[in-house]
């Protein structure tokens, strides 16, 4: 007779409080559905308050407005869920920006460099701090950051001040990994390859050619939805990633893996 419990996964995070910066669209909203079904408390934090507050009623959550890129509202957000709900659990640091006038090195200027990087990387570098506060005294936790395919190859359709932030969060995201493995708290980079997320149809309706190129060179032959990039980060999360810290987690159709996609 097999006395092995039944594993429900839909329950995975049931009683664990996620901290999600960007969550009001895109990855950060499709990931904020994804673990409260699986039992988590969200707490969103955006800088828009209209679509921050419809995510947050969208998943019986709280809304808290931050500037990813202030150090006092940064640390408000995390102790807001610390205070509200009694724990952070998981911070998926995820806020980013992908402007126009960051491009190829020869045209950016540094007013636009410094911009991408300060909501890019510095957030992330604010957030994990924020959240290690919290984690540190509990002796658990699990921080997930979002960095890129570009972290990790470069990319002929430049944008340098972008490729260079999620360099940085990848980079970044290892060493946390590693320094705090010993205290319980997992620390990993999700690196996804294009997904189709507002930000790109934005790309697509901009500069249709640009966008079509970056197409040709996935394998899988489509962009990501952000429902499977939200499954990623929720495995991040849990339990079922406990031995899982310090990794470049990819989820890219393939892409940094193919020399030719096939035909």
């Given at each position: 007779m097999n006395d092995i419990a039944p594993i429900d996964l839909t329950q995975r995070l049931a009683g664990?409080?996620?901290v999600i910066t960007g969550g009001g669209s895109g990855i950060g909203l499709a990931t904020a559905r994804r673990?409260?079904?699986e039992g988590a408390t969200i707490v969103i934090g955006d800088m828009d308050p209209a679509s921050g507050q419809a995510a947050a009623d969208a998943v019986d959550g709280r809304f808290v407005r931050v500037d990813v890129t202030d150090e006092t509202q940064v640390n408000h957000l995390f102790d807001t869920a610390a205070e509200a709900f009694g724990s952070v659990d998981i911070a998926f640091n995820n806020a980013g920006i992908s402007p126009d006038d960051d491009d190829s090195i020869e045209v950016t200027e540094l007013p636009a460099w410094e911009k991408v990087q300060d909501v890019n990387l510095k957030s992330v570098y604010l957030c994990s701090r924020a959240a290690l506060r919290h984690m540190t005294r509990q002796g658990s936790g699990s921080i997930i950051n979002t960095a890129s395919f570009v972290a990790v190859m470069g990319s002929a359709t430049s944008q340098i001040s972008y490729t260079a932030s999620k360099g940085g969060v990848l980079a970044m995201t290892r060493e946390l990994g590693v320094q705090f493995a010993r205290q319980?708290?997992?620390v990993n980079a999700l690196c996804p390859g294009p997904v189709n997320t507002p930000l790109l149809q934005e790309l697509f309706a901009k500069d249709p050619e640009r966008a079509a190129r970056r197409l040709v060179h996935i394998p899988v032959g489509r962009f990501a939805r952000p429902e499977e990039l939200a499954a990623s980060v929720a495995f991040l999360a849990s339990d079922d990633a406990?031995?899982?810290?310090a990794a470049t987690f990819l989820v890219d159709?393939?892409?940094?893996s193919a020399y030719t996609t096939p035909v």
């Open positions: 664990k409080v996620a673990m409260r079904a319980g708290i997992r406990s031995f899982i810290t159709g393939g892409l940094t």
